[in-house]
């Protein structure tokens, strides 16, 4: 007979533990409500994105080229084979600041692009009561435009109710792509971040 490690016993209580502690946390949620709560919507909608916090995707911009707000007169945009997608947002903390907001853009394909590391490409809340406005960049394969949705999951790792905002940029079909594509500006300065007051 195969007697259990005492150490493995153990880790198997801490699961059970936490489990069981997180279906306290919040229990109304947990029984009454699915785990995972969505905000969809369009460019120009604020989107909730926990207790009382929200994101608006302002502005949609399609680029052959980016430099940061920061670079210097000397400095180079950066170019692509692909395009550049740079969307310009705001965001409002509610009660509970969202603490690492992860985007990532979708296509209707179900392919999955992540943000170019640009020194000011990121999406983040402020302190409470003030709003913060910035861009975000992302590489796309002009290919996968069709049906493109910007998706912004919470980060943390003990949250027992997950939120996503999904924003819709309107792209409906493979023309609308195109024309998108053929508009595109040849350079696009990202801008810096700026926070005000939040009205």
């Known amino acids: 007979m195969k007697l259990y490690r005492p150490a493995t016993i153990l880790v198997g209580i801490l699961f059970v533990l936490i489990g069981g502690l997180t279906r306290l946390a919040t229990p109304d949620q947990v029984f009454d ?14 989107l909730e994105f926990g207790k009382e916090a929200t994101i608006t995707v302002v ?10 707000a920061n670079s210097t ?6 170019e692509t084979n692909g395009v550049y997608v740079a969307l310009e947002w705001e965001t409002t903390p509610g009660v509970d600041k969202p603490d690492n907001p992860q985007p990532t853009l979708v296509s209707d394909g179900g392919v999955v692009f992540n943000p170019v590391p640009f020194t000011y490409s990121g999406l983040e809340f402020g302190a409470s009561g003030f709003t913060v406005s910035g861009g975000i960049v992302f590489e796309v394969d002009p ?7 910007l998706q912004v999951r919470t980060g943390q790792l003990w949250n027992v109710l997950n939120r996503m905002v999904s924003v819709d940029l309107g792209i409906p079909g493979e023309e609308s792509a195109q024309r998108l594509v053929d508009g ?16």
């Open 184 to 199: 595109a500006v040849e350079q696009y300065v990202l801008p810096e971040r700026q926070t005000r007051v939040a009205s």
């Open 143 to 149: 290919a996968e435009l069709k049906g493109l949705t």
């Open 33 to 46: 409500e699915p785990n995972m709560m969505v905000s969809d919507g369009t460019i120009g909608q604020p």
């Open 73 to 78: 007169s000397d400095k180079k945009p950066i």
């Open 59 to 68: 502005r949609m911009q399609l680029a052959k080229s980016v430099l940061d």
